[in-house]
C-alpha cells in the first residue's frame, strides 16, 4: 500500500527565513505533485516532478524529487506572508497514473 | 468556463437524507476524478472516469455512494442515506487525458454538512 508522509505538519516561520518540507513515500510512484490550499478555498497545482533528480523552481518555492530515497522537498526561500497556506504533496502509484494518494499537508504559517 | 465548477458549495443534510453533487469539469477534459477531504486531512481518492467510462471506483467507502458520468461532461456523485461520518468537503477534479503530466485541476468542492 502506498503511503505518504510529509513533515513538519505544522510550521510558523519568519518572514525572510528559509525552511524545507519533507515528502516521503513508501513505494515506487509514476510522480509526484505538489499542491497549495489556502483556507476554504481548493487546491493549485505548484509543480510536478516526473524523474530522479527533477528540480523545478517558481518564485521563492523549489521543489525535488529522489525516486531512490523515495523524498520530494518543497524549499522555501526568503519566506513572505502570503505563502502562508497549507502545502499538500501528491503520487501516483507506479504503473497508475490516474489516483493520486496524498499526504496530510504541510500547514506553513509565515509571521511578520 | 475557464475553471471546474461545483454545486452546490454547501450542502447541510440531515442524516438518512439522500444528496447529490455536481461536478462541471474544464472543457475538454476527458478524465475526472472525485476526492473526499475530511476537515485537517489531506485529500482522499473516491472514483476516477475517462469520458463516461468509471474505470476506477476503489475509493468510494461504501454502497452508498454512487458516481456517474453519463455523457462524458458532467459527473454527479451521489450519496444514499447520509451519515455523519459522510461530513467532508468534496473535491472534483479533471485532466485533459491520464497522461504523461496527469496536471489535475481541482473545483472549489462542495463542503456536505450532515447532521
Known amino acids: 500500500e502506498l503511503k505518504v508522509e510529509q513533515n513538519p505538519l505544522f510550521l510558523s516561520m519568519q518572514e525572510g527565513k528559509n525552511y524545507t518540507i519533507y515528502c516521503n513515500y513508501s513505494t515506487t510512484s509514476d510522480r509526484l505533485y505538489w499542491y497549495r490550499q489556502d483556507p476554504g478555498k481548493s487546491l493549485e497545482s505548484l509543480f510536478v516532478l516526473l524523474s530522479n533528480g527533477a528540480v523545478k523552481q517558481e518564485g521563492r518555492l523549489m521543489a525535488s524529487l529522489d525516486t531512490k530515497a523515495r523524498l520530494s522537498t518543497l524549499h522555501i526561500t526568503a519566506a513572505v506572508h502570503d505563502l502562508s497556506a497549507t502545502y499538500f504533496c501528491a503520487v501516483t502509484l507506479a504503473g497508475n497514473n490516474r489516483k493520486l494518494i496524498w499526504g496530510l499537508g504541510t500547514s506553513l504559517a509565515v509571521n511578520p | 468556463g475557464a475553471g471546474v465548477s461545483q454545486s452546490p458549495r454547501y450542502k447541510v443534510a440531515k442524516r438518512g437524507q439522500d444528496v447529490a453533487l455536481r461536478c462541471d469539469p474544464i472543457?475538454?477534459?476527458?478524465?475526472l476524478f472525485w476526492y473526499q477531504q475530511a476537515l485537517g486531512q489531506g485529500p482522499e481518492f473516491l472514483t476516477y472516469f475517462q469520458n463516461e467510462a468509471q474505470l476506477d471506483k476503489s475509493g468510494l467507502p461504501s454502497d452508498r455512494f454512487f458516481a456517474e458520468r453519463p455523457e462524458g461532461s458532467v459527473s454527479t456523485l451521489k450519496i444514499q442515506r447520509t451519515q455523519q461520518e459522510d461530513s467532508a468537503v468534496y473535491l472534483c477534479a479533471s485532466s485533459l487525458l491520464a497522461g504523461r503530466d496527469n496536471e489535475q485541476f481541482f473545483g472549489p468542492g462542495t463542503r456536505l454538512t450532515v447532521l
Open positions: 472543457s475538454g477534459h476527458v478524465s
